[in-house]
Structure formats: structure tokens, C-alpha cells
């Protein structure tokens, strides 16, 4: 098995790579988008006349969308298996950024528009589902051994494409061009789909060398039913994944303009300095390698919230307290979720679910996300009874209360975890030792044809109450 689950890894993790680089290209390339570009007015670059609205539908259109498909494409896996869902989807992300490169070729502005958000919204279904496929694989060939370290390697892969796009994008548009840029993203997101590829033929490998069906990895077909069955736990992770990143995603995206206003920062500087609450995730590796040797993923989740909400409450109550220092913190919040949160979830639903419980983790982070932004939004639009800096005090109010809205129910998922078996509490050797003897709640995923659906054992009474919903 050690044969194949680290090239499933490293595929996978070039997937991350060439998606998270994609999907941040219109960020770095705003001016030349909005026609505010000097390479635009001097006619060095063809540039296009998008409106600030009409571009902010660019990110919309791929969130909102994402959203809603990602728990389809859960169920699709969990029913079909992940080799051909992952490849169906793969080859969308693939379609929709060439979709998207070539609608800047067209002369008509409105047709190009149109068509831009279309390759927007197909590069977001195809890449959010299978973003979603590949932790279900990863799941599956390292849940019992590195499966923190394993999602973790994903996260530094996806930010090191985030890091090469707002390092090296902008010079190559000015050497090249947005057309040529655009396409050589595309280009790369076809690295990603050869990624895609790999990690699918290993992952058949891996079966076949285990003496298992390369179909369908298991035969019960989804219901309603099966998320009736997830325990209590999973749904409180659920909520708070949801408020947690809701207080971090969009205040990095308004860090610029708050600390501009606050500390009377150059927007470069400004920016530099909200970019570093990422530079932290580079460590997540490390998080993700103790919480699979020493277990306890529980507390390593409760010491996230709490460490962001340190942060909240001193960036409110000391005027000077150095941003650098609260964007470490909210780094190092982000990464111990990021890198450990998501790898809880494999333990508290039944495993024949794992793809449908992390489809519905996606989209209500997703969803999430969006609702925080937009409250930002309506926060920041109050000119004309607040003063700019009450309206930002407003912000860190509401991103603030979500942090510690996060930190209270991280504390009731270590008591519900304590109440039905102490799932998360168990490291990847012990787990493994368990595997050893047969179980209901220690077991590998299956992956062949005629297997049982082995789910964790749930809190009566949570059960209960969501089995009326």
C-alpha cells in the first residue's frame, strides 16, 4: 500500500497546485481586466473593460456554483467511486479555464463576458468537486496511517500555486501579455489534469494489487438515509468550519484596505502584510505529522478558534498591536483547521459516506464565506452614519463573534467526541492496531463491491433530534 499512497499523494498535490494558481490569475490581473492597467492605455496589451461589479461576478459565479454541485459530486463518488468521477471532473476544471483564456479573443465585449463566466463556471464545478474526490482518495489510502500529514501536503501544494501566481503573474502578463498569460494557465491546468490522471491510475494499482474490483469502491447506493446516520459530531464540525473560516477568508481579502485606513499603509505593504497569514500554512505539514502520532485532533482543533479569537479581541482592544503579529496568529489558526479539521471528518460519518460528508463540508465553508462577505459588505457600506474606522470596528465585531462563536463549539466537539468513543482523540498507530481487529468503529474504507457501509457509533440523542428533521 506504501507503494501507491504517496504517488496518489503526489498527484493529487499537483492538482492542488496548478488549481489553487488558476483561480487566483484574475486577482493579480485585476487592472488589466478593468482596463486600469498602464500596459492597457499605452495599447502594450489588449486589455478588457470589465466593470468592478462584472468582475467581482467573476468570483461569485465560481463560489456560489461551486457551493451547490460539491454535494452532488460527494454522492456521485461515494456511489460510482473516485477514479471515473475524479477524471469526468478533472476534465471540466481542464475545459472551463480554456473556455475562460479564449472568451478574451472575442471582440464582442458582451458575448466575451458571457462566455468568460461560463469557462468561470465550469472551471469551478470541475475543480471544488474534484478538490473534493481527491480527499476522499487521499482518505481512503491514508486514513488509518498520514492522513493529517497527507492533507496537509495538499494545503502547501494549493498555497504554493497561490504564491507563484501573485510572485511571478503580473511580470510574465507584462512580457507576454493577458491573452498569453491567461492561456498558459491553461496549459498548466492541463499539468493538473495529467495529475488527475496519475492519481487515478494509481489509486486502480493500488486495488488491483490489494485483489480489489477497480469499479465502483462500494456497492450501497446513496440515500437520504446515509446522512441521517452521521453523528452528532459531523454536524457540529460542520457549523463550525463554517464560522471559523467565515472569520478568516474575508477579512485576508479586506486586510489591505483595513490596515491602509488603520496604519496608514501603502497598499503593497499593506497587502504584503496580509498575504503572511498564508506563509504560516507552509508549516501545516508539521501539524498534520503530530496529530497522526500523537492523536488528540479534538484539541488541536479547540487551540485553533482560540488562538484566532485571541487575535480578534487584541486587534480591537489595543490600538497598537502590530498586524503582522494578529495575521501569525490567524495563520497559525488557519493552518491547524486547515491541515487537522478536515481529517476529522473520515472518523465521524459512516465510511461508505466519506465523499458526501466532505462535499457538504465544502459547501457550507463555501457558503459561508460568501454569506460573511457579503455581511462585510453591507458593514462597510454604512458612510454615511459611521465613520470609517466605527464601521471597520463594526467588522472585527462580527469576524470577531464568529471566532468565538468556532471556539464554543470546538469545545462541544471534544465533549460529544468524548461521549461516543473518543474517535478523535485516537492516533493513526493506535488506529491502525485497532484496524487489526474487527470493529464497528476501526476500519478501512471499502472499496470493493459487496462490502458493509461500518459507521462510527453517534450520540443517542443527537441522533435522535436530527433522524425528526
Not at 145 to 162: K, T
Not at 404 to 420: E, S, Y
Request: with cysteine; glycine share 10%; aromatic share 14%.
Amino acid at each position: 500500500m506504501s507503494s501507491v499512497r504517496w504517488p496518489v499523494l503526489a498527484f493529487t498535490s499537483i492538482f492542488c497546485f496548478t488549481t489553487d494558481y488558476f483561480y487566483d490569475v484574475p486577482s493579480v490581473l485585476h487592472d488589466r481586466f478593468i482596463y486600469n492597467s498602464t500596459a492597457c492605455h499605452s495599447g502594450r496589451d489588449k486589455c478588457l473593460h470589465l466593470t468592478a461589479s462584472e468582475f467581482n461576478l467573476l468570483y461569485a459565479v465560481y463560489a456560489w456554483f461551486g457551493a451547490c454541485i460539491v454535494p452532488f459530486s460527494g454522492i456521485l463518488a461515494d456511489k460510482l467511486g473516485s477514479r471515473g468521477t475524479l477524471f469526468g471532473f478533472g476534465i471540466l476544471f481542464f475545459l472551463g479555464s480554456g473556455l475562460f483564456s479564449y472568451s478574451t479573443h472575442l471582440e464582442d465585449e458582451q458575448t466575451a463576458f458571457i462566455l468568460m463566466l461560463l469557462g468561470r463556471l465550469i472551471f469551478g464545478v470541475g475543480n471544488c468537486s474534484a478538490e473534493v474526490i481527491t480527499a476522499r482518495l487521499q482518505t481512503f489510502w491514508f486514513r488509518d496511517r498520514e492522513l493529517g500529514l497527507a492533507f496537509a501536503i495538499s494545503i502547501v501544494a494549493g498555497r504554493l500555486g497561490s504564491v507563484t501566481n501573485f510572485l511571478f503573474t503580473a511580470d510574465l502578463a507584462d512580457m507576454i501579455g493577458l491573452r498569453s498569460t491567461l492561456w498558459l494557465g491553461t496549459v498548466l491546468c492541463g499539468v493538473g489534469l495529467i495529475g488527475i490522471a496519475g492519481a487515478s491510475y494509481y489509486h486502480t494499482v493500488g486495488l488491483r494489487a490489494m485483489g480489489r474490483n477497480a469499479g465502483p469502491e462500494n456497492n450501497e447506493p446513496f440515500q437520504v438515509e446515509m446522512i441521517r446516520r452521521f453523528t452528532g459530531s459531523f454536524w457540529v464540525l460542520a457549523l463550525f468550519i463554517v464560522l471559523f473560516f467565515a472569520a478568516v477568508f474575508p477579512f485576508v481579502a479586506e486586510a489591505p484596505r483595513y490596515f491602509a485606513d488603520r496604519y496608514s499603509y501603502s497598499q503593497s505593504y499593506a497587502g504584503y502584510v496580509a498575504g503572511s497569514t498564508y506563509d504560516v500554512a507552509l508549516v501545516s505539514p508539521l501539524f498534520g505529522y503530530l496529530s497522526d502520532r500523537l492523536g488528540y485532533r479534538g484539541l488541536w482543533v479547540l487551540a485553533a478558534p482560540a488562538i484566532l479569537f485571541s487575535g480578534y479581541v487584541f486587534l480591537f482592544l489595543i490600538p497598537s498591536f502590530p498586524p503582522v503579529l494578529f495575521c501569525a496568529l490567524m495563520g497559525l489558526g488557519y493552518t491547524l483547521v486547515a491541515a487537522i479539521a478536515w481529517s476529522c471528518a473520515p472518523f465521524l460519518v459512516p465510511e461508505c459516506g466519506v465523499g458526501t460528508a466532505l462535499g457538504l463540508l465544502t459547501s457550507f465553508q463555501m457558503l459561508g464565506i460568501g454569506a460573511s462577505n457579503a455581511i462585510i459588505g453591507q458593514l462597510l457600506s454604512q458612510g454615511a452614519s459611521k465613520s470609517k474606522m466605527q464601521m471597520w470596528d463594526d467588522v472585527l465585531l462580527f469576524l470577531g463573534s464568529c471566532a468565538g462563536t468556532a471556539l464554543v463549539l470546538a469545545v462541544a466537539l471534544n465533549i460529544l467526541d468524548c461521549k461516543t468513543g473518543c474517535q478523535l482523540r485516537i492516533s493513526q498507530s493506535s488506529r491502525r492496531k485497532l484496524a487489526g481487529t474487527p470493529s464497528p468503529n476501526n476500519s478501512l474504507i471499502t472499496d470493493d463491491p459487496g462490502s458493509d457501509c461500518i459507521e462510527p457509533r453517534s450520540d443517542p440523542v443527537l441522533s435522535a433530534l436530527i433522524g425528526r428533521l
